[in-house]
């Protein structure tokens, strides 16, 4: 049985269809909003996490050049 690419899915009158805002409506994309925030701070951490393993070897011997210095 051959299946058509411009089949529709129906659903049953009861159910639950999700929101959705549009941004033409002049209502905010709270979840787009959400998840681009919550990716935005997944890269903040992982460059915090890059620069830790980077800087690691030379924060104390930059520690001691500054403590001597005094």
Known sequence: MAV???????RPANAARPEVT??????????????????R??????????????LAPVIPTAVSVFATAE
Not at 4 to 10: F, G, I, Q
Not at 41 to 53: G, K, N, S
């Open 41 to 54: 701070e997944r890269v903040f951490i992982a460059h915090a996490q890059l620069a830790a393993t980077i």
């Open 22 to 39: 549009r941004p033409d409506a002049g209502e905010p994309d709270h979840a787009a909003r959400g998840a681009c925030g919550a990716a």
């Open 4 to 10: 058509s690419h411009t089949a529709r899915v129906e």
